[in-house]
């Protein structure tokens, strides 16, 4: 039940130009549903690797005996205190979780949309005005989708790259640069709480620091814990989904010009476009001794939940190495799955269609500059670099 895999040091998961990290973890799926990895951690830990969709779900929804408290953020620094709501237990993940539902929900994603479309539209102008050729992920994908986390947050643009350079180390730097991007993100957490506790404004963090849980107001580790996770998770995934989508669209002419043609179908390729290009795995922590499906996991044992491998599982969709942007009941698990499904989705859905439908109608048939590749890796969080699309 041991193989020789790994999301950081298998050779597709290294840094590689014109790579497909995705394709290479499909490979697993040839394999046992469930297997051993001695080093599958950002920190060289082995996980438990989960192959297929289904088992993925019962996992994820098993809260109990898969914890998903592992200090993800606290552990670069030495300490222990969780990403809130993500590695809280109910019952007090639930009280969190209502709390800040309202803050991402469809409604308020509806309201934030024509800010959200603006942002795009002036950054595909101003590329378009300027050139017949960009670095997308400099030029667009970063910008629009941390700019679109800063408004969240009630800051302006003015530190947009600093706040990308501190994303980059934390989730794809050595050991030095991470936890020193952690201190400065989390200095900066602090230091942001205390602003907004004595000038308050129509703003996410000043709703933090002023909101109740349980009838008591937010402890500042509790603070520090949200406002962590709201940073990491907003830096990153957006950006690096709208990378793979417009990579796979510049290879791809025909489907360029489908939804360039017909527009209606921005929505249900996205979906498709999620679930074939996932960037993101999931560790759980086992509670207890327990066999899975066969696997002895054991009380401390690392549980690997990837979310680019269950979306390429066979026994789940028909064909699955296959992109096909017309296919429907798309169950992919790019959000995960069950508690603790990603509280902003609906944001981040909106704002990889709204990038695209805007790119699509303002950008000709664009492709991959001649004499560049672009370069692919794996990890944590899965990436692409170098991206240089040319529509002269």
């Not at 639930?94 to 024509?114: D, I, Q, T, W, Y």
């Not at 010009?257 to 209606?264: A, C, D, K, N, Q």
Request: charged fraction near 25%; charge should be neutral; include cysteine.
């Amino acid at each position: 039940m041991v193989r020789d895999f790994s999301l950081f040091t298998s050779p597709a998961m290294q840094r590689t130009k014109n790579g497909d990290p995705h394709l290479a973890v499909a490979c697993v799926h040839d394999g046992p549903p469930i297997f051993y990895s001695p080093c599958n951690t950002r920190d060289g830990r082995g996980t438990w690797v989960i192959t297929r969709a289904q088992d993925q779900r019962r996992l994820l929804q098993d809260t109990a005996t898969f914890s998903s408290h592992r200090s993800l953020f606290a552990s670069a620094l030495g300490e222990n205190w969780p990403l809130i709501p993500l590695e809280l237990a109910p019952p007090a993940h639930g009280l969190f979780r209502s709390l800040l539902n309202p803050l991402l929900s469809p409604k308020r994603v509806m309201a934030l949309e024509p800010a959200v479309r603006e942002r795009a539209v002036a950054l595909i102008d101003m590329i378009s005005a300027s050139s017949t050729s960009c670095d997308v992920m400099k030029d667009l994908a970063f910008p629009f989708a941390v700019s679109i986390f800063l408004r969240f947050l009630g800051l302006s643009d003015g530190r947009l790259d600093t706040f990308v350079g501190w994303g980059k180390d934390l989730l794809h730097g050595d050991g030095i640069k991470r936890i020193a991007a952690a201190r400065t993100i989390l200095a900066f957490i602090d230091e942001l709480a205390a602003m907004r506790r004595k000038v308050p404004a129509d703003d996410f963090m000043t709703f933090v620091v002023q909101a109740k849980v349980d009838g008591r107001p937010l402890r500042d580790q509790e603070i520090r814990g949200i406002g962590v996770l709201l940073f990491v998770a907003g830096l990153d995934t957006v950006a690096t989904a709208i990378g793979f989508d417009l990579a796979y669209l510049a290879r791809n002419p025909k489907d360029q010009e489908l939804l360039r043609s017909e527009p209606g179908r921005t929505v249900l390729a996205a979906e498709e476009l999620l679930r074939a290009y996932s960037t993101v795995q999931m560790i759980r922590v086992a509670t207890k001794d327990i066999d899975f499906e066969g696997a002895p996991i054991r009380k401390g044992d690392y549980i690997s939940c990837a979310t680019m491998i269950a979306n390429r599982d066979p026994a789940e969709f028909e064909c699955p190495n296959t992109i096909d942007l017309a296919r429907e009941d798309n169950r992919h698990t790019a959000f995960a799955y069950g508690p603790h499904r990603c509280l902003g989705s609906h944001l981040a859905r909106r704002e990889i269609v709204i990038c695209l439908e805007e790119w699509l109608s303002r950008i000709p048939d664009f492709r991959i500059k001649e004499g560049t590749a672009p370069i692919t890796y794996g990890g944590h969080v899965f990436g692409i670099e170098n991206l240089i699309l040319d529509w002269s």
